[in-house]
């Protein structure tokens, strides 16, 4: 046993006496101002942008990272305790451009932006870091939408389709469901070969405890990994956080997997944006964001990517979501991420406090990967659904004025309000994109014309059920992927198998 | 119109460069005036220590502070000199001295926004990270 001891002892010898320090010339700089956050530092004259410097204070190192590069001083963004800087301490550049800590070992923790964990897990074991900061793919390396994202929700499903590698927003007032889309979207990838990252930006902590405990519960942190930035946290960690979520899931996609990353809420990205920015004394523009806040939410969601085969066929899809006041969608932050997006989901007070949850509407809500997006059983039965949605809330508000309709508009009416009653779905119940198929076939061959409406909910729930105890029918759907002929005679068959044991049916 | 730092010290290092003392003086006199007819006193700290910078740097002259655990050998200040004059090209060196036990051995030399950390005090921190690592 001595001699082991003894090997190691001379080992560490060795080494400690082998170590050299290095004593390298270092840049440094003195803080010549620091408030809220922002510290202005002379000299550094080699900083480089997004480099991490290091404050030397009386209570230990503190890091920031560099923003702005002028001619005689550099503005940074302090990551930590801002209160123990003071005037005149000594700043050192690292030569280092921020990272994060990625890799497997990231899933299923609740980290904060910089990667470190506050779930207190102990330590992020990894030893791979990825700038957070990163120009997106280029088009070379792309490859088109074509792999469904299934939400498990069945008005996006049918309507909105979201593909692997799109960028989707989901818009709306505040609480209309925008996290729910979300989380009921991350809830239905369980064994769907993705693995999800949530970017809360802004929220409050108790929020996202209830959100970390949903998807405990619902078994979805086996391939989630959580980014929070807190309401408290400051303006600079609110900043990066996106962008380090970013960092981490690129990983995956380097590894040629699939994720999912949601951004919660790109509004208070930009706010905080605007706080630094004015702080570090760029000239405000309209609403006071500065000129660059297009390109800090267009450099981030083009990030987003589906890569084709030879550089590993992974992808990254990405869910922003954005609040908008009193539904102006006209606003500055909204237009920008609009118009950045590849379509967008935007939710309606009128519809929720109707019921219809989620209250997506069906007119201005598009996809524009659109339908090479769904699988081809998908695309049978739900091509025109959101036509018909749309068309059938405009007659709705006619037909309030007249009782005589025509057979064709009153058939339209009806149709509508099973479509929408269909549309109604719980939250934190994602529905397997089989299932959807069979309930879409069943109400667009007019299976359900004669369910009363408020009995359609029953009777799909009913359907599904039906539908579990005979799994053979499900299983061909899923592997099939499209309605063939026997296909079809078997769902029709089995819809109105399952109607013979229905009795609220109108005669 | 605002006058920046800059500016001033640029008007002033071009209105006294290669002048003698005398008349450098009466150039410092309009100066002076400049900055009370413009208001600009509170200025004055920030355009010293700029000039000084701008003055050293257009003469190739550095100022640098060398912070040792105790006094250094004159041999070992010359090295330290002549790396001085080899990495910013500088004809003079001025070298301000200092005495730190905190450092407990070796020396920090700091010139311009550089230092060159030698001390065994960093050292030492240094070897502290790398075996807790």
Known sequence: MSSTKDFIIEQLKSEISAYKADISEKSVGKVLRVSDGIALVSGLEEAMMSEILTFKTEKGNVSGVALNLEEDQVGAIILGDCTAIKEGDEVHSTKRILEVPVGEAIIG?????????????????????????????G?????????????????????????????????????????????????????????????????????????????????????????????????????????????????????????????????????????????????????AYPGDVFYLHSRLLERACK??????????????????????????????????????IF???????????????????????GSSAQI?????????????????????????????????????????????????????????VEKQVLTYYALINSYMDNVPVDKVRQFEEGLYKYADLHSDLLQSIATKKEIDAELEEQIKTSILDYKTTVEYLIK | MKVSVQQYVKKLYSSVAGKSEKEAQKELKNFVALLGRNRSFNKADEIIRVFNDLWNKENKEVVATLVSARALMVSTKEILTDYLKERTGAKKITLHEAIDKKLIGGFVLKYDSKVLDGSLKTYLDQLKVVLEG
């Open chain 1, 307 to 344: 890569l084709n085969k030879e550089y590993g066929g992974g992808s990254i899809t990405a869910l922003p979501i954005i609040e908008t006041q009193a539904g102006d969608l006209s606003a500055y932050i909204p237009t920008n991420v609009i118009s950045i997006t590849d379509g967008q």
């Open chain 1, 347 to 369: 939710l309606e007070p009128d519809l929720f406090y109707k019921g219809n949850r989620p209250a997506v509407n069906a007119g201005l809500s598009v996809s524009r990967v």
């Open chain 1, 109 to 137: 923790r609740v980290l904060n932006p910089l990667g470190e964990p506050l779930d207190g897990k102990g330590k992020v074991e990894t030893n791979k870091f990825y700038p957070i900061e990163k120009i997106a793919p």
């Open chain 1, 139 to 287: 088009v070379i390396t792309r490859a088109s939408v074509k792999e469904p994202v299934q939400t498990g929700i069945k008005a996006i499903d049918a309507m909105i389709p979201i593909g692997r590698g799109q960028r989707e927003l989901i818009i709306g007032d505040r609480q209309l469901g925008k996290t729910a889309i979300a989380i009921d979207t991350i809830i239905n990838q369980k064994g769907q070969n993705m693995k999800c990252i949530y970017v809360a930006i802004g929220q409050k902590e108790s929020k996202v405890a209830g959100i970390v405990a949903k998807l405990t519960e619902a078994g979805a942190m086996e391939y989630t990994t959580i980014v929070l930035a807190g309401a408290s946290t400051s303006a600079s960690l609110l900043y990066i956080a996106p962008y380090s979520g970013c960092a981490m899931a690129e990983y995956f996609l380097d590894k040629g997997e699939d994720v999912l990353i949601i951004y919660d809420d790109l509004s208070k990205h930009a706010v905080s944006y605007r706080e630094i920015s004015l702080l570090l004394r760029r000239p405000p523009g309209r609403e």
């Open chain 1, 376 to 432: 081809k059983a998908m695309k049978k039965v739900a091509g025109k659904m959101r036509l018909e949605a749309a068309q059938y809330r405009e007659l709705a508000a006619f037909s309030q004025f007249g009782s005589d309709l025509d057979a064709d508009t009153k058939k339209k009416l009806d149709r509508g309000q099973r479509l929408y009653e269909i549309f109604k779905q719980d939250q934190y119940q994602p529905l397997s």
